[in-house]
């Protein structure tokens, strides 16, 4: 499972696939592709991230991040 993956997951804990999908403007049918590795995600979708969770895309790519220490996705 790759690190975008197991932060999507994190980040899928304390939103439903739905409220992720209105915040970033993509299918919920494209979150849960992304949660199953179906399909790999588009910059479009990152930079959608970015902007609605204020999220560093770097580190979500690249880091294993964990939902009690270093996720603070507050919206």
Do not use: H, W
């Amino acid at each position: 499972m790759s690190n975008f993956q197991k932060n999507l997951k994190v980040l899928a804990s304390k939103f439903t696939q739905k409220q992720i999908a209105d915040s970033t403007g993509f299918s919920q049918s494209s979150i849960n592709n992304y949660l199953s590795k179906s399909s790999e995600p588009s910059i479009q979708f990152l930079i959608a991230l970015k902007n609605a969770y204020g999220i560093c895309i770097d580190d979500f790519l690249f880091a294993e991040l964990e939902e009690e220490n270093n996720v603070n996705y507050d919206r």
